[in-house]
């Protein structure tokens, strides 16, 4: 085998896609099906919060019908089948890599359970942000509590009476509590440090703005502050049409703001009364990227509508009994249902080829490993700011397997 695929998401997808473009030989495994993060990692109402022009990948349009609305759940899994299916992509169902190892040939096994199998090369699409990270005080929690992460929640209809907490406030966060608010649940959120955008400013969506601006182009090395492409994702939403989600919003649809967990004892909760920091952290960083926009209108010269009231930042509602609040009594504010919002890492235990930064991260150059032949996508910041979305995987998977073409005429018949 020359090449072999681990995931069958869209990163793994479009890698497939240009191997048979250039009648390359290769297999995809995927754990379970088709898209399976998208099927089990994702709660019932999940939208996607960029829109669908920005979600095609090679030699397929996302859906050319809404190019402005924002992607379902369900129709993200459709789109990956009917994109395998229109290249008849060489997928594995069902086959977890439990071990990629290269040998000393060069070569690499992966195993699946009893079985293996050999390439010269492989990609690592599975992913680095699929297992939800959980602090270790999640474990202090009385066991009549349900607990549950972004990655595990599906609706409110699966929770047990009651009220719920969500701790984390980026977009999951955000998202899950309007969820449950629809659906008539009582709501406490605690608040993070983390940033928010418009969803729409001056006539354009926020990330059309960005792609014209050069936004998502930036590289690591670009940035003022390396540290910030371990941020939080910006708050905003896809769902409902696609709209601007604010800690003032939350509060106007009667979610309770809370500042940061710092401690768990048994059904007492220590909260930090930091939640005004967190309110003017997320409207400062609003403020700037709509200061940038403006700046680039004027040194453009494009012509842009003047910035209109956005629904999704409305007064902030009186705080006052929540604000300096550092305790939070379980039992007595009925809250049956714990939802972590915490982010997402990776286990990386079955790749064992070769070398791992200070973060944990598989260490590479634009997605081209530390030894030759192994090669990642899929990854957040892989090669530019774009790289973990749609958007970005059909530049990455393009320069890839450009890369791995050669590697393989290089090295000549194996």
Known sequence: MDVVIVGAGQAGLAVSYLLNQEHIQHVVLERGKIGESWRSQRWESFHLNTPNWSNSLPGMEFDPHAPDAFGHRDQIVSYLERYASAFDAPIRENAEVTAL???PTGRYRLCIGDDAIESRIAVVAS???NRPRVPALAQKLPGDITSLTAGTYKSAEDLPDGAVLIVGSAQSGCQIAEDLITAGRRVYLCASRVGRIPRRYRGRDILAWWR??????VRVDELEDP????AALPQVSGTNGGHTVSFQSLARDGVTLLGRLIDVDGYHLKLKPDLMESIQFADEKSSAFKEAIDKFIRQTGITAPLPKPDPGEPTLPDLSGSERLDQLDLHRMSISSVIWCTGFDA???WLRAGDFNEHGQPKHHDGIGSVPGLY???FSWLSKRKSGTLYGISEDAIRIVEHLRFFLDSAGPG
């Open 101 to 103: 190892e290269r040998l």
């Open 127 to 129: 992913g680095s942000t």
């Open 212 to 217: 014209d601006m050069g936004f998502w182009d």
């Open 227 to 230: 540290a910030l492409q371990f």
């Open 347 to 349: 286990n990386w235990d």
């Open 376 to 378: 990642f996508i899929g």
